[in-house]
């Protein structure tokens, strides 16, 4: 925020200032939150100081490390030339850097608007870069990436194939200007997004690859546990079979044996039915009796 903006800005300043240490203050304009930030900068550069960012106890610490330095110059030790010697000091140690792309309408804005930015500066044009910088950048960028394991041969293949690519967005952007009049501007720092997002998807490809293996060797060890089991239970069928095998011959005994009670049990059965047949016929016959001497006694 805009708070922390100014504590960083005052403590270069009295680093610069107060210390007497050679400062740079590399800044870009991607990290322009406000435009507040920039006319912090443009006061920087026309005079080392911003307005009201000291605070009391600061001032008193500048106007007493200040006050040696504007006795050995002849001056009196007031407010304003103590104040003058610090912002020089600021001035001579203080060294602002300030990259920003001039793409787009808001840079001319800010040109316009801060013209210190042009006029208190030292403008350094980065031009396209060669083909040999956009080697040597990819094999430096490859070299660090501790999840690239292949050899010079591929490595050089991957190099040819960024230079071709980015070579090729920009024969494909002038031809863009020439057919419709219409700017698309590829910068060294497109190059830059190029590597970062091989990067990213070298790093996400690597870890899903990890997971797989890591998946298939689950699966592996599962397999070889299950065959041990296997293994196990297969010689425990083995040493049971001759119990398995004797448990068999005595059921069959033993369904034999079922199957002869059974025989007898029918035929008991039958014997049982026949005699109560017989006892049926005599009860029937004995009633016939009994019924003919009570109609007698009638």
């Given at each position: 925020g805009n708070f922390e903006w100014k504590e960083d800005?005052?403590?270069?300043?009295?680093?610069?200032?107060?210390?007497?240490?050679?400062?740079?203050?590399?800044?870009s304009d991607t990290q322009i939150k406000m435009e507040s930030f920039l006319e912090d900068l443009n006061n920087i550069l026309n005079s080392g100081d911003v307005p009201n960012i000291y605070q009391p106890e600061d001032l008193d610490k500048i106007f007493q490390s200040m006050k040696g330095a504007v006795t050995e110059q002849g001056l009196a030790a007031t407010k304003a030339n103590l104040m003058a010697v610090y912002l020089k000091a600021v001035r001579s140690n203080l060294h602002c850097v300030l990259t920003m792309s001039p793409i787009g309408e808001i840079f001319r804005a800010r040109l316009r608007q801060f013209p210190a930015l042009v006029?208190?500066?030292?403008i350094?044009?980065?031009t396209a870069w060669?083909?040999?910088?956009?080697?040597?950048?990819a094999e430096r960028f490859l070299d660090e990436l501790p999840e690239l394991e292949i050899s010079k041969v591929l490595e050089q293949g991957i190099v040819t194939t960024f230079q071709y690519m980015h070579q090729s967005?920009?024969?494909?952007?002038?031809?863009?200007?020439?057919?419709l009049s219409r700017h698309n501007y590829v910068t060294p720092t497109s190059y830059l997004e190029l590597l970062q997002s091989f990067a990213a998807m070298l790093t996400k490809r690597k870890a899903e690859m990890l997971q797989s293996i890591l998946r298939l060797q689950t699966g592996l060890d599962k397999l070889f546990n299950t065959a041990e089991m296997v293994k196990v239970m297969q010689k425990e069928l083995e040493e049971m079979k001759p119990q398995l095998e004797s448990a068999q011959v005595a059921a069959q005994e033993m369904l034999v044996e079922i199957e002869g009670d059974r025989e007898v049990a029918e035929k008991t059965r039958q014997e049982v039915e026949v005699q109560e047949a017989d006892a049926a016929q005599m009860a029937a016959e004995c009633q016939a009796i009994a019924d003919d001497a009570q109609a007698d006694l009638e």
């Open positions: 800005i005052k403590g270069v300043m009295l680093r610069a200032g107060l210390y007497s240490k050679e400062t740079v203050f590399l800044f006029n208190c500066c030292t350094d044009w980065f060669p083909d040999s910088a956009l080697q040597s950048v967005v920009v024969t494909a952007s002038e031809h863009y200007l020439q057919e």
